[in-house]
């Protein structure tokens, strides 16, 4: 009896490689925090406000931790089709998911639409939970909240893992 060889290659990136290399997370969390910070206050000096430091003090924490919330509802979902067991149709969908999506067009697809969800979840959660409390005029949180869907979504999960 021959037994197929499986390997678990990288899922997600950074998500596993953070896991793997911890040390990676003293970067990234400042990196993150500060294209956030740099979207934000670009975004405000486009639109003409006032007090742009202050708003950005007032909002840049939890625009951080949305942005991470974010990236994980997209990471979950981009491991949602590894779940089923051995499908013949789905295996080198499988495989294009986890080692690099511009070998099969359906993994592609979905990655783009994880991205997609997770710029969505910026989006919705920018608005509500956030830019609301800053006072801001209804069409500059609509046009920072969508400024922040766009330039912060997760596009590191295009990055094929075996470039890693």
Same mark, same amino acid.
């Given at each position: 009896?021959?037994?197929?060889?499986?390997?678990?290659?990288?899922?997600?990136?950074?998500?596993?490689?953070?896991?793997?290399?911890?040390?990676?997370?003293?970067?990234?969390?400042?990196?993150?925090?500060?294209?956030?910070?740099?979207?934000?206050?670009?975004?405000?000096?486009?639109?003409?406000?006032?007090?742009?430091?202050?708003?950005?003090?007032?909002?840049?924490?939890?625009?951080?931790?949305?942005?991470?919330?974010?990236?994980?509802?997209?990471?979950?979902?981009?491991?949602?089709? *590894?779940?089923? +067991? /051995?499908?013949?149709?789905?295996?080198?969908?499988?495989? @294009? %998911?986890?080692?690099?999506? =511009? $070998?099969? &067009?359906?993994?592609?697809?979905?990655?783009?639409?994880?991205?997609?969800?997770?710029?969505?979840?910026?989006?919705?959660?920018?608005?509500?939970?956030? *830019?609301?409390? +800053? /006072?801001?005029?209804?069409?500059?949180?609509?046009?920072? @909240? %969508?400024?922040?869907?766009? =330039? $912060?979504? &997760?596009?590191?999960?295009?990055?094929?893992?075996?470039?890693?």
């Amino acid at each position: 009896m021959h037994r197929k060889r499986t390997t678990l290659y990288n899922v997600i990136f950074p998500i596993w490689f953070l896991w793997i290399l911890p040390m990676c997370w003293v970067f990234i969390l400042p990196a993150n925090l500060l294209i956030d910070a740099l979207v934000i206050v670009l975004t405000l000096k486009f639109l003409h406000c006032k007090d742009i430091l202050a708003t950005l003090g007032f909002v840049i924490w939890r625009v951080w931790l949305i942005g991470f919330v974010a990236d994980l509802i997209g990471a979950v979902l981009i491991f949602l089709p *590894l779940l089923p +067991a /051995q499908v013949a149709w789905l295996h080198d969908i499988q495989s @294009a %998911l986890t080692r690099n999506p =511009f $070998t099969h &067009p359906l993994a592609l697809a979905w990655i783009l639409a994880c991205i997609a969800v997770s710029g969505t979840a910026i989006y919705c959660a920018a608005r509500k939970f956030t *830019l609301r409390r +800053a /006072q801001l005029p209804a069409d500059i949180c609509r046009s920072l @909240a %969508l400024s922040l869907a766009v =330039f $912060t979504a &997760p596009y590191t999960f295009l990055i094929p893992a075996v470039w890693v």
